[in-house]
C-alpha cells in the first residue's frame, strides 16, 4: 500500500527518511497529510471564448490542484446562474475573466479539507466567496483563505448560494443611496426580480412603503398578489400607468424619495414621475436595453437626481468586511422567515436546461440554481 502511494504522492515524499520514523501511527500521519494536499478532480463550466453561453460552454474534467498551506478547498454545493454571469460569457461585461475561464460569481460549498496554516474554517463548515470570485461552476475549488467567509448552515443552500449578487444589492441601494425613515415610500421597476423581491421585503420590515412597476404579461393578477405577499403596497403594470397623473394611484401612500431601476426606456421614465420635488432614481440595470430619458423640466423644476450603482465597485473598496456582516445579516432575516424569493434548484447534471431557462428560452422562469 505504501508503494502505491509513494508512486502517486509529490517527489518530496522521496526525501522522507522514512526508517527515522517510530511507528506505524506516525507513517500513517505523514501519509494522510499529502494524500489530503491535492484536491479531488472537478467537474467544471468552462468557455474557452466568448460567444452566446449555449453555444461556448461546455462540461469538462479538472485535475486536482495542490491545497497550498493558506488554502482552502470547498466541494461546492450550489451555485445561481445570474444575468452577469450570462454577460461576462457573452464579453460584454466591465468585469471579466479572460477566457478560458470556469462560469460563475457566486455560491456556497462545504469545506473539504483545509492547508496547513489554516484554523478559521474545519472541514464541513459553510463558507461563500465573499466578495464574489470567477469559478463558482464546478464542483471542488481551491483559493486562500481569505477568499472565504462561513456561513450559518441553518438556511436553505440556495439562500447561501444567492445571498450577495442581489440581496446585498437590494440591502445597499436602501441603506446607502438616501437617506429614508419608517413611513416614506420608494418606487421600483423590474419587481419580480429577485432583487425587487428582496426590496419589497426589505422596505416593509423598515416601515417603508413600496411602489412596484411590472411589465404586461398573461397571469399578472396572480404576479400581483406573489408581490403583495411578499409586502408590496401598490403593483402597478406598465400599461396601468399610461394617465396624466400616475401619483393621482397613490392614495395615502406619500410620494417616494428614491426609485430603483433595473429596466430603462419607458419603465424608468415611469419611476421618474412617481418621484417627489428632489427625489432620486438609481439605476443598477438595463434590462430592456433601452436607454434613460429624462425631461428638461424634471431637471429644472424638480430638481430630481440620477444615480448609478454597481455592486462591484462598492466591494472593490475596501468594503470586503462591512459586506461580510450585511450578508450575515440578510441570511439571518432568511433563517427567520422574513427574506424570501423564488428559484429552481437544478441538478448540475442537468446544468444544460438551466442555462436555456436563464436564457429565457422557455419562457418566464425562476432563478435557477444549480446543485452540484
Given at each position: 500500500m ?7 504522492t ?9 526508517n ?8 500513517l500521519?505523514i ?5 489530503s ?22 462540461l469538462?474534467?479538472?485535475p486536482?490542484?495542490k491545497?497550498?498551506e493558506?488554502?482552502?478547498c ?43 496554516a489554516?484554523?478559521a ?18 464542483t ?28 446585498l444589492?437590494?440591502?445597499?441601494m436602501?441603506?446607502?443611496?438616501v ?23 426589505l422596505a ?14 398573461p397571469?399578472?393578477?396572480?404576479v ?5 405577499d ?10 396601468e400607468?399610461?394617465?396624466k397623473?400616475?401619483?393621482?394611484l ?14 430603462g ?21 438595463g ?27 462598492w466591494?472593490?473598496t ?11 445579516r ?36 425562476p ?6
Amino acid at each position: 500500500m505504501l508503494r502505491s502511494l509513494n508512486h502517486k504522492t509529490p517527489p518530496l515524499l522521496f526525501n522522507l527518511n522514512f526508517n527515522n520514523l517510530t511507528s506505524f501511527h506516525s507513517r500513517l500521519k505523514i501519509t494522510q497529510a499529502f494524500s489530503s494536499a491535492v484536491s479531488p478532480p472537478s467537474k467544471a463550466i468552462i468557455y474557452e471564448s466568448h460567444g452566446q453561453p449555449d453555444a461556448v460552454t461546455k462540461l469538462v474534467d479538472i485535475p486536482g490542484v495542490k491545497v497550498k498551506e493558506n488554502d482552502v478547498c470547498v466541494k461546492m454545493l450550489a451555485a445561481p446562474i445570474n444575468p452577469s454571469d450570462i454577460n461576462r460569457i457573452q464579453g460584454v461585461y466591465p468585469v471579466r475573466p479572460e477566457p478560458p475561464a470556469v462560469g460563475g460569481y457566486e455560491g456556497v460549498g462545504e469545506v473539504h479539507s483545509v492547508g496547513a496554516a489554516v484554523t478559521a474554517f474545519s472541514p464541513g463548515d459553510w463558507v461563500i466567496p465573499s466578495p464574489p470570485s470567477f469559478g463558482t461552476w464546478q464542483t471542488y475549488i481551491v483559493k486562500d483563505q481569505n477568499v472565504w467567509h462561513k456561513v450559518n448552515k441553518g438556511v436553505p443552500m440556495e439562500y447561501a448560494a444567492t445571498i450577495t449578487v442581489n440581496p446585498l444589492t437590494a440591502l445597499l441601494m436602501l441603506e446607502d443611496c438616501v437617506t429614508l425613515n419608517s413611513g416614506d415610500a420608494i418606487v421600483q421597476n423590474g419587481a419580480t426580480s429577485m432583487v425587487g423581491q428582496c426590496v419589497i421585503q426589505l422596505a416593509k420590515s423598515r416601515g417603508i412603503h413600496n411602489i412596484n412597476i411590472i411589465r404586461d404579461r398573461p397571469g399578472v393578477d396572480e404576479v400581483k398578489e406573489r408581490l403583495k405577499d411578499l409586502g408590496a403596497d401598490e403593483v402597478f403594470t406598465e400599461s396601468e400607468l399610461e394617465v396624466k397623473n400616475v401619483k393621482s394611484l397613490l392614495g395615502g401612500i406619500p410620494e417616494p424619495a428614491l426609485g430603483f431601476n433595473c429596466v430603462g426606456g419607458n419603465s424608468a421614465s415611469l419611476v421618474l414621475k412617481f418621484l417627489r420635488q428632489g427625489g432620486t432614481m438609481v439605476t443598477y440595470g438595463g434590462m430592456s436595453k433601452k436607454p434613460v430619458t429624462v425631461s428638461t423640466s424634471a431637471f429644472i423644476f424638480k430638481e430630481l437626481s440620477l444615480r448609478g450603482f454597481w455592486l462591484q465597485n462598492w466591494l472593490s473598496t475596501d468594503k470586503a468586511q462591512e459586506g461580510r456582516e450585511m450578508i450575515d445579516r440578510l441570511l439571518g432575516l432568511v433563517h427567520e422567515g422574513k427574506l424570501k424569493y423564488k428559484m429552481e434548484l437544478t441538478p448540475f447534471t442537468d446544468f444544460n436546461t438551466a442555462l436555456d431557462k436563464a436564457l429565457g428560452k422557455l419562457g418566464s422562469q425562476p432563478k435557477q440554481v444549480i446543485k452540484f
